[in-house]
């Protein structure tokens, strides 16, 4: 009697935890198989990297404060780790997918990632972050829908439409690699995809006969939200549907002030939602492209995207030249000033109810400086090496993460100059000292001949001002106090600046990057360290209990059984789930007797 009185207990205590937590923070499971398959993108067979036999690979679908858990099944012939660009993993580092954080996923080795995605909301990206991994594919779109109790700045859409766009080489990234290696450029790109295939056959010269395009269909009298991503190497592309105007909503979780565009500059990294009304005739498809920018586009006419817009009710194919892009040739002003109007919407509410504009970020005090400039990259001891303030990064064995975990002393150096050095440029492992609840101005100064993109992992910081020329104390006179918008990855123009401020609320280990990948293959990176200096889990979690080891920590890590390892780790985080409600159930059985 008392056992069956128990198990009503359970039963009755389970089902009210399991509706609490998920009307609350649920869960979402995902599992990753990470593979090599073949395709043609732009007609040539080569290798690229699928997840679950997808390229790309599937959207992540998530609400604002869910518990993310992906479990990643290592199927490539070398290490891996999956990044959730612009995903904030608040007081969780441990999550971030970065060499900086994680000791890198062994071939046929599973890793379970769990993070929650807390007080965030907007289209995003992942994509594999070793071994120029991203240049061979693995990456796909990361959706957090608002909560339905928080209202959104403009009218439900009528459906989400993703789109991947990137430049694209039909070499393998291995070959690639040796290319960097070797100390050689990767010259133009061979195309660019969208949605992982190549180009619509819109000129009988310029794209071969046979390549499989993609087509995105919709249905008059409708809005569709359009989250466009740049995954690619690095090259910017403006993006553009013919006939067609794109309603600016929301940049990687902050919703902007809704403004039309014809066309759009989306830098490496970037992501962008736009509201698509289909108002058009429908006597034909439109065309959707994304075209080289920030370079000589006539000697880059082969690096243009296309897919097509096709209505349900369509009456043939898209024909005649594509919509042009920008006619900036002179002017090279027009792109920047286009990123200048991307303002953020101070008024309409985020993942929280709060408007956005009351976090006053131009009334605060800046408690730190960081001047980081970068050029092209030079040989440093016998390699070519891309630079920040004069130093290349040197990624440790030993993540910089696990070596406070372990106090692990000399790994690297808490020594990254506020300024660019003034001597000879070197390899080093120097990390940027973050004081915890400080205020953080950081200008990026872009002395190459091409365009830079810049993501922050762990925070979305704010994008005050840009410019030509060199920075000076002078040039915060021009910043925009009220209404930055509050992004991951910024553009630097070739020749410019970008300021940005970051509020160090978020405590970790933070990789600051180029997005351009050979650069930041080369060396163009540093971390935050932010610490508390009150251990809490407050203000950052444990460890994991499933993190690897590697470098000076290798002998605590155990071998792993490769072939039940994945099913193993869907069955641990749902067992913690199970035990944890039994617990609860017992104790409150316990107490009603």
């Known amino acids: 009697m008392a056992l069956s009185r128990f198990w009503g207990w359970f039963l009755i205590h389970i089902a009210l935890f399991l509706s609490l937590c998920y009307a609350e923070d649920p869960f979402v499971f995902y599992d990753f198989e990470v593979t090599y398959i073949t395709a043609s993108p732009l007609g040539v067979p080569q290798q690229v990297i699928a997840i679950n036999n997808k390229f790309p690979g599937p959207t992540i679908n998530s609400t604002t404060n869910n518990n993310v858990v992906i479990n990643v099944r290592n199927k490539l012939d070398e290490s891996l780790l999956m990044h959730w660009s612009g995903i904030q993993q608040r007081r969780s580092s441990w999550q971030d997918g970065v060499l900086g ?186 065309y959707i492209v994304a075209s080289a920018r920030v370079v000589n586009e006539s000697q880059w006419k082969r690096v243009t995207g296309v897919a097509i817009l096709r209505y349900s009710n369509s009456k043939g194919k898209a024909s005649g030249p594509l919509p042009d892009p920008p006619q900036d040739e002179f002017d090279k002003t027009f792109s920047m000033n286009q990123a200048r109007s991307i303002r953020w919407n101070v008024s309409a509410s985020g993942a929280r109810p709060n408007p956005q504009g009351s976090f006053r970020y131009g009334s605060i005090n800046v408690t730190e400086v960081y001047v980081l400039r970068n050029k092209p990259a030079e040989t440093i001891d016998g390699k070519r090496r891309a630079t920040l303030s004069g130093i290349s990064f040197v990624n440790p064995a030993t993540p910089i993460r696990l070596v406070d975990q372990y106090k692990i002393k000399g790994v690297y150096k808490l020594d990254f100059p506020n300024k660019p050095l003034t001597e000879p440029p070197k390899m080093e492992t120097s990390v940027i000292n973050g004081t915890y609840r400080g205020f953080m101005e950081v200008i990026l100064q872009n002395n190459d001949t091409k365009m830079h993109t810049y993501h922050m992992s762990g925070y979305a910081f704010f994008v005050v001002g840009m410019d030509y020329g060199e920075w000076s104390e002078n040039s915060r006179g021009t910043y925009n106090k009220w209404d930055g918008i509050a992004r991951s990855t910024t553009q630097v123009y070739p020749g410019a600046w970008t300021a940005i401020l970051i509020s160090l609320d978020n405590v970790g280990v933070w990789n600051l990057r180029t997005e351009n990948l050979d650069s930041w293959y080369l060396g163009q990176e540093t971390y935050v360290r932010v610490v508390n200096p009150e251990a809490t889990n407050k203000t950052e979690l444990p460890m994991p209990d499933n993190a690897l080891f590697c470098g000076a920590l290798s002998k605590l890590q155990k071998p792993q059984d490769v072939s039940s390892s994945l099913a193993t780790s869907i069955i641990e985080v749902r067992s913690k789930l199970f035990f944890t409600v039994l617990m609860i159930s017992s104790t409150l059985f316990l107490v009603s007797r």
């Open 101 to 286: 954080t994680n000791c890198p996923i062994p071939p046929k080795w599973n890793w379970t990632y769990q993070f929650q995605v807390k007080d965030q909301v907007g289209s995003f990206f992942y994509f594999p972050s070793l071994h120029f991994q991203r240049a061979a594919g693995g990456f796909g779109s990361f959706i957090i829908n608002n909560r339905p109790i928080i209202p959104i700045p403009f009218d439900t859409p009528d459906g989400d439409i993703v789109i991947l766009i990137g430049d694209w080489y039909t070499r393998n990234h291995t070959a690639l690699r040796k290319a960097l290696d070797a100390g050689k450029g990767l010259g133009m790109p061979d195309g660019v995809l969208i949605n992982g295939k190549g180009p619509y056959r819109y000129n009988d010269t310029l794209v071969p006969d046979g390549i499989k395009y993609e087509t995105i269909n919709v249905h008059p009298g409708k809005t569709y939200c359009l989250r466009v991503h740049n995954v690619g190497i690095s090259t910017s592309l403006n993006f553009r549907i013919q006939s067609h105007n794109l309603l600016l909503a929301e940049s990687e979780g902050s919703y902007t002030v809704q403004q039309n565009y014809t066309s759009l500059d989306i830098h490496v990294g970037q992501s962008y939602s736009f509201l698509l009304t289909t108002d058009q005739n429908a006597s034909s498809d439109y």
